[in-house]
């Protein structure tokens, strides 16, 4: 077996595991929808125990980067493609965290239909998880065109966090009924901003595979 010829089937091993780990993760958002729309205790606590998961495929990631590193000891552009790996590998366990974080919060309210106190959350999570499943594979297909799309995406985001902000505020206005309420709600729409937060990351570090700059700062 000729060094690139194992170079390539290394990678090719280590976009395989980096598929997996985002398919867990959007999973993962997906589930916290639905519990957070049904209030369902027992999917919650699939997303926390799912979150073991995650964090075990990253190990392996890691474990692979690692070994190619001292085993092929790459340089310049291939370099570059195990050391992003390792950075998206983080973001991607970081969005797996915070799926667990929110299904915490819906285990903890434990009231009937929270999510009729705002209506943007659901949209919220389902452009957060599209970033995510599109910064996956726009990095493994180095597709840099949809990488500054899905980061474009963002601002929808962003959007729709001030929109939910908005909506809180008019609720505690009107009552202090639901004021235990409206702070978990607003710590799951922050959840979700930073689920698209590490989605853009991710859509950086595939620019930065190609250019080896981040935000126009040379890095390798």
């Given at each position: 077996m000729t060094p690139r010829f194992s170079f390539d089937h290394e990678l090719k091993m280590l976009h395989e595991d980096l598929k997996k780990m985002g398919n867990l993760i959007e999973n993962a958002i997906d589930k916290t929808l639905e519990a957070f729309e049904t209030q369902n205790?027992?999917?919650a606590k699939e997303i926390i125990?799912?979150?073991r998961n995650v964090n075990d495929i990253e190990k392996a990631i890691?474990?692979?980067c690692l070994s190619i590193v001292l085993k092929q000891q790459p340089v310049a552009r291939d370099l570059?493609?195990?050391t992003t790996a390792l950075k998206v590998v983080t973001d991607m366990e970081r969005i797996g965290d915070h799926a667990a974080d929110i299904a915490e919060l819906i285990i903890r309210e434990k009231r009937e239909q929270i999510?009729?106190?705002v209506k943007h959350i659901p949209e919220m999570g389902n452009v957060a998880k599209s970033m995510v499943r599109d910064?996956?594979?726009?990095?493994i297909n180095l597709d840099m065109e949809q990488a500054k799309e899905i980061i474009k995406?963002?601002?929808?985001?962003?959007?729709?966090f001030d929109k939910t902000k908005q909506e809180v505020a008019v609720i505690l206005r009107t009552s202090n009924e639901h004021v235990d309420q409206c702070v978990d709600i607003l710590m799951i729409a922050k959840y979700f901003e930073r689920i698209g937060d590490h989605a853009e990351n991710i859509c950086e570090w595939t620019q930065f595979h190609e250019t080896g700059s981040?935000?126009?700062i040379r890095i390798l």
């Amino acid at each position: 077996m000729t060094p690139r010829f194992s170079f390539d089937h290394e990678l090719k091993m280590l976009h395989e595991d980096l598929k997996k780990m985002g398919n867990l993760i959007e999973n993962a958002i997906d589930k916290t929808l639905e519990a957070f729309e049904t209030q369902n205790e027992v999917i919650a606590k699939e997303i926390i125990e799912g979150d073991r998961n995650v964090n075990d495929i990253e190990k392996a990631i890691e474990a692979r980067c690692l070994s190619i590193v001292l085993k092929q000891q790459p340089v310049a552009r291939d370099l570059r493609i195990v050391t992003t790996a390792l950075k998206v590998v983080t973001d991607m366990e970081r969005i797996g965290d915070h799926a667990a974080d929110i299904a915490e919060l819906i285990i903890r309210e434990k009231r009937e239909q929270i999510y009729n106190l705002v209506k943007h959350i659901p949209e919220m999570g389902n452009v957060a998880k599209s970033m995510v499943r599109d910064a996956v594979n726009a990095f493994i297909n180095l597709d840099m065109e949809q990488a500054k799309e899905i980061i474009k995406r963002d601002d929808l985001v962003d959007e729709l966090f001030d929109k939910t902000k908005q909506e809180v505020a008019v609720i505690l206005r009107t009552s202090n009924e639901h004021v235990d309420q409206c702070v978990d709600i607003l710590m799951i729409a922050k959840y979700f901003e930073r689920i698209g937060d590490h989605a853009e990351n991710i859509c950086e570090w595939t620019q930065f595979h190609e250019t080896g700059s981040v935000n126009n700062i040379r890095i390798l």
